[in-house]
């Protein structure tokens, strides 16, 4: 029923920014709420940043917080995850997520998309 897009992965410096998108898409749907994770070799997937679809509140992990921003363009049912400060042991592949309920959980994945921060 939905799909989700990303792209703006890549390779890049420490300290260097990228900026992450994710456009959903379905014959219909609502999204409560949009999110990002993301997974290193060898680690479980770790919770990134969310972002309430309606009412615009975020939430962050403790390692990203005050570096990655969460935002989206609800027009054009689009997230973004602005990355800045970014430092090796953010290398990962990142998922776009999306869920339609309350409880903070997550119905669609995407496809994930790979950053690797070199030092």
């Known amino acids: 029923q939905v799909q989700l897009v990303e792209s703006g992965g890549g390779l890049v410096q420490a300290g260097d920014s990228l900026r992450l998108s994710c456009i959903a898409s379905?014959?219909?749907?609502?999204?409560?709420?949009m999110g990002w994770f993301r997974q290193a070799p060898g680690k479980e997937r770790e919770f990134v940043a969310t972002?309430?679809?309606?009412?615009?509140?975020?939430y962050y992990g403790n390692s990203v917080r005050g570096r990655f921003a969460i935002s989206r363009d609800m027009d054009k049912n689009t997230v973004y995850l602005q990355m800045n400060s970014l430092k090796p042991e953010d290398t990962a592949v990142y998922y776009c997520?999306?869920?339609?309920?309350?409880?903070?959980?997550?119905?669609?994945w995407g496809q994930g998309t790979q950053v690797t921060v070199s030092s």
């Open positions: 972002i309430a679809w309606n009412e615009g509140a975020t």
């Open positions: 997520a999306l869920g339609q309920g309350a409880g903070r959980s997550y119905d669609y």
């Open positions: 379905g014959r219909a749907f609502t999204i409560h709420a």
